[in-house]
């Protein structure tokens, strides 16, 4: 089926460089939010973050623990099911290939859980190889509780729910778990380029 | 998820800044009240732009309403309010979203809306008064002004019958006002109830900064996080 062609709509061009934002997508210089549900405040000496499920023992680290491990400055693109895609954002945050450094398993799949119960299940060959970070500074601040903070995963060739805020843990899985979102109709992957936004996306 | 054309039928002016835009969509499964549809515009040299809206009617057949606010310098939201005619056709695809819903026979909820945040509230207000339910109900809706109240005067026909509805008017009230005129705070949503201790299903949706200062209260009064349920658009502010 063609497209309907809406007569007088021009839209607006030119905002964004070509080939840096996904179809469907626009480019905001705001930095809207969405969660479904009220923002968790996990004071620092109560939080910690874990990696648990198919390794031989969990493995835990304190925010002190976390923050002494070597960070990464990251500099990506960011873009949100919702349609808004942020370019050049700057993040500070820890490589999953360090966190999971030395983890011997077996599993193919990771679910990242965070406060206030949030679910979203990433492959875990989508976590390694300097794709994904657990970030605790964004453009040079302490990340804001809005924004995810103290720490968020950073996925950013996925759609941006992928990158759980508030995260506390990855779970290392046999079988892919689909998480809170991927349950509510949208897309167990989130590639925004394939723009599989949905299910049957 | 397949796009699928819809024809308006119908444009009406909620506000003078907002319209609500009927379409009639052939084939459309149906929706739960509070999914959303994404809008896809193209224009004649094959540029497109896609945005999400919240579904305000409540499910009929294949009848499907947007509630619109015209952003002033945005891309979508002038067109939709602005150049749609009936007899025009766009595209749409949906019905999204599997967790900001509620219909009978869930128990009776509290709804609070920021401005056009009560799209999605007002599918479920209407799909409870058209599927006959008493089942209690409040509504707590922060506007600007009288005259910036959204579905006003068809929320007065619906207030009753187990349906609360309780305005507050931020920016500017009409002569003998006696209700509300502040943001929604802890206080006032203590005495809009209801309270933690009957377990209401809470949907709050507006602006961020609405949605997470309502958030905070609640958590605050006293209601488990995991039934507040939200829908926050636009950035975060200052």
């Known amino acids: ?201 | 998820m397949t796009w699928q054309v819809a024809d308006v039928v119908g444009v009406v002016a909620e506000t003078p800044h907002v319209k609500t835009i009927m379409f009639d969509v052939p084939g459309w499964p149906g929706h739960r009240a509070g999914q959303h549809v994404d809008v896809r515009l193209t224009a004649d040299d094959g540029y497109q732009a896609e945005r999400s809206y919240s579904i305000a009617s409540a499910p009929d057949g294949t009848r499907v309403e947007l509630t619109v606010v015209r952003i002033g310098d945005g891309e979508v939201s002038p067109y939709l309010t602005g150049q749609l005619r009936p007899g025009d056709q766009i595209e749409l695809r949906g019905p999204v979203g599997g967790y900001f819903v509620w219909e009978p026979p869930l128990g009776g909820p509290l709804l609070v809306a920021g401005g056009s945040g009560v799209a999605p509230l007002m599918a479920m207000i209407r799909l409870r008064a058209a599927a006959g339910s008493d089942v209690e109900t409040r509504l707590l809706l922060s506007s600007r002004g009288w005259d910036d109240i959204i579905y006003r005067d068809e929320l007065q026909r619906l207030n009753g019958n187990g349906l609360t509805v309780v305005h507050t008017l931020t920016a500017s009230q009409p002569p003998g006002w006696t209700g509300y005129a502040r943001r929604v705070d802890t206080d006032m949503l203590a005495e809009v109830g209801p309270g933690p201790a009957e377990r209401p299903r809470v949907y709050v949706c507006g602006p961020t900064p609405f949605v997470e200062a309502v958030a905070e209260a609640l958590v605050h009064l006293g209601h488990q996080p995991q039934h507040i349920k939200t829908e926050r658009f636009g950035p975060m502010g200052s």
């Open chain 1, 1 to 201: 089926m063609p497209p309907i062609i809406s007569r007088g709509f021009r839209g607006r061009r030119g905002d964004a460089p070509p080939g840096r934002v996904p179809p469907g997508q626009y480019v905001t210089r705001d930095f809207p939010v969405l969660s479904a549900g009220p923002t968790p405040h996990t004071p620092l000496d109560r939080w910690s973050f874990t990696i648990t499920g198919e390794v031989d023992e969990a493995h835990r680290w304190t925010w002190a623990e976390f923050r002494a491990l070597p960070a990464e400055e990251i500099s990506a693109d960011i873009h949100c099911v919702t349609k808004w895609s942020k370019l050049d954002t700057v993040w500070q945050g820890v490589g999953l290939d360090t966190l999971l450094d030395g983890i011997e398993t077996s599993a193919e799949y990771t679910v990242a859980f965070s406060d206030g119960g949030y679910t979203t299940n990433v492959p875990l060959a989508d976590l390694t190889g300097g794709k994904a970070w657990v970030a605790f500074s964004y453009g040079g601040e302490p990340l804001e509780p809005q924004h995810g903070g103290p720490a968020r995963m950073l996925v950013p060739h996925l759609y941006f729910w992928k990158s759980a805020k508030w995260v506390r843990g990855l779970r290392l899985t046999a079988v892919d778990e689909p998480g809170f979102w991927e349950t509510n109709g949208y897309h167990n992957y989130g590639n925004p380029w394939r723009e599989q936004r949905y299910w049957g996306d």
